[in-house]
């Protein structure tokens, strides 16, 4: 069978946690950077298939620009690398089935944010700023996306966020269910796919777009942070407790709560 059973999953994800929770922060540091950079490099590419779209195509150039999104959370998943959205919910999984500490958690958290953030404003520094690649011709449509992204108040990017990671770690769950490549990579696409079609925040996918536009000299580093914060809220909600706690009650008679680690 060349799928795993949602009770195997479960039982993955936990193992994948305690994993990411012993990781050393060099590790951490190297992984989130290059997770973050393949996130940048995903919204990268959607900017660049609907900037030159026709207006009267509507959703249908959203949708286009969502079909090439996937590919970040597809190179962190397959290539290697350490993104925060996915470990909130695999890291919760783990300390849900006690097999690791609350600080454990708040370590991988904490050092992955930051090297995400930095990977991500490498790539809005450097191809998005150096190279022109958010300004320029794909200015107007730089700063309407992170205008919208920044723009939203507190609850709505917060349940904006929640809806995103429900999806992004739904993409990771069904990773881990294929045993074949081509069976992860699908299972990955259409969950990220929905959510930037729909329109939901991603807090690492911010960390690209904001300060693109910041970069450009269009926004400012203050109207960036509520939205962080909102976002990062949201997130968790949805990776840790829409997915990971949902599992976990779900499953946790299948063995999955052990003593601690």
């Known amino acids: 069978m060349s799928l795993h059973t949602p009770q195997t999953i479960a039982q993955i994800a936990v193992e994948s946690g305690v994993a990411k929770s012993r990781l050393p922060v060099s ?6 950077f290059m997770a973050g950079a393949f996130i940048a490099t995903g919204f990268l590419l959607d900017l660049h298939v609907i900037n030159q779209l026709p207006a009267e195509w509507g959703s249908f150039s959203g949708l286009l620009g969502a079909a090439v999104f996937p590919i970040g959370l ?26 690791i500490s609350a600080v454990s958690l708040l370590r991988n958290w904490f050092w992955v944010t930051l090297a995400n953030f930095v990977g991500s404003l490498a790539i809005a520094w450097f191809f998005g700023h150096m190279l022109g690649m958010t300004e320029g011709d794909y200015l107007k449509k730089t700063l309407a996306v992170a205008h919208a992204k920044a723009g939203a108040d507190f609850f709505h990017a917060f349940i904006s966020g929640i809806g995103c990671n429900w999806l992004v770690c739904l993409g990771v769950w069904l990773a881990i269910a294929s045993k074949d490549m081509v069976g992860k990579v699908l299972g990955i696409w259409f969950p990220v796919m929905a959510f930037v079609a729909i329109g939901f925040q991603h ?4 960390m690209f777009i904001i300060p693109a536009a910041i970069f450009a000299g269009q926004m400012s580093w203050a109207e960036y942070l509520p939205n962080f914060i909102a976002v990062f809220l949201g997130n968790t909600v949805g990776g840790a407790v829409f997915v990971g706690l949902a599992y976990h009650m779900a499953f946790r008679s299948s063995g999955l709560t052990q003593d601690q680690a």
């Open 27 to 32: 590790t951490l540091l190297i992984l989130g």
């Open 203 to 206: 807090v690492v996918a911010n």
């Open 74 to 99: 597809i190179l962190t998943t397959l290539a290697g690398g350490e993104l925060l959205t996915g470990n909130m919910m695999l890291l919760p999984l783990a300390w849900f089935a006690r097999r």
